[in-house]
């Protein structure tokens, strides 16, 4: 993954945050970006390179732009910029318009099982990440056949498997839990007909190992769907820094075509994004 974050998402991000920043006091571009840097500084317990880390050329942009629209002017010496009265209106507007009412994840996780409406019956799914079960519970309620792994690699994932074991006893269905890395899950090649996964690729230390596995795990033809935090504005006014761990619509696309996937779709549930994607059948025969 590129240590400088750039695109559509991060830029809708900065044309509200930095009226954030500026509504505190004057900065220069630089000072900017510094500060997002260390805003996001926590992400780093998650990975090294956790902290959002905006691009030169994107953070012209959109101060490139909000000059344009009068959120923000020149304030000299020093090559600083300030806010006006009209850009603090529009940032007070901004968070008003982004309150949240509904259930992002659970919207999402219907969302995800209706993608499954036309799985057979007989599919076995791998649920990555799987934490207390969330998902793979309601994939064993629909009659799936379910491997729900997770690493609990965090102190509150310590014990989730065993929490999901417990839940599936009571529960039923033809689910079984592990303490598995998906790096080193050692399934042979082609084994699932479905990899989910709810929110647990933000935490991973490695994404593209992940995506790898994943791909390698997955029947030709197979498909892998996945939920997390939406990259972007509604994703930080929903969960902060934290969604800048997670991964953008842009950067997905990159990621699963290079990793050996097609037919990518992309759906927007609130401050979640469900990604769906394809294992080609064989090498250049699909697009
Ligand atoms: C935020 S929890 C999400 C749990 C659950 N899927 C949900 O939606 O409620 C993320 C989980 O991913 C697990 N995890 C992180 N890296 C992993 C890896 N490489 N392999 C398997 N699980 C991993 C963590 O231990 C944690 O339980």
């Known amino acids: 993954m590129r240590r400088t974050r750039s ?27 510094q500060g997002i840097k ?11 390179s956790g902290a959002l880390w905006v691009g030169s050329g994107e953070m012209d942009k959109v101060l490139s732009e909000l000059l344009e629209t009068g959120f923000i002017q020149p304030a000299n010496p020093d090559n600083k910029w ?5 850009g603090r209106r529009v940032r007070r507007q901004i968070e008003r318009d982004h309150q949240l009412e509904s259930d992002g994840k659970e919207r999402a996780a219907e969302k995800l099982l209706s993608l499954l409406a036309d799985a057979p019956p007989n599919s076995y ?4 990440g799987t934490g207390g079960g969330f998902l793979a ?50 399934e042979p090649d082609d084994t699932f007909d479905y990899v989910v996964s709810s929110q647990a690729m933000h935490c991973m230390q490695d994404q593209v190992a992940c995506l790898q596995a994943t791909h390698r795990l997955l029947k030709p033809g197979g498909r892998f769907l996945c939920i997390d935090f939406l990259v972007g504005l509604k994703g930080f006014l ?16 990159e990621l699963l ?10 759906y927007e549930v609130d401050d979640y994004l469900l990604v769906e994607a394809q294992k080609r059948l064989k090498a250049n025969t699909q697009g």
């Open 257 to 266: 075509l290079e990793n050996g996937f097609c037919n990518v779709c992309m």
């Open 137 to 186: 519970l309601k994939l064993a309620q629909k009659g799936f056949r379910v491997l729900g792994i997770d690493s609990g690699s965090f102190d509150y994932s310590k014990d989730s498997i065993q929490q999901a074991q417990q839940q599936a006893y009571s529960e039923g269905g033809n689910v079984e839990f592990r303490q598995a890395d998906i790096g080193q899950l050692a």
């Open 38 to 48: 260390q805003r996001s500084a926590d992400n780093r317990s998650y990975r090294s």
């Open 125 to 128: 799914i791998l649920d990555v």
């Open 238 to 253: 929903g969960h902060g820094w934290h969604c800048f761990l997670a991964i953008s619509r842009e950067e997905w696309v």
């Open 82 to 86: 300030q806010i006006t009265w009209h």
């Open 7 to 33: 695109g559509p998402s991060i830029r809708e991000f900065l044309r509200y945050y930095v009226l954030v920043l500026l509504a505190e006091q004057s900065r220069t571009k630089r000072q900017l970006v």
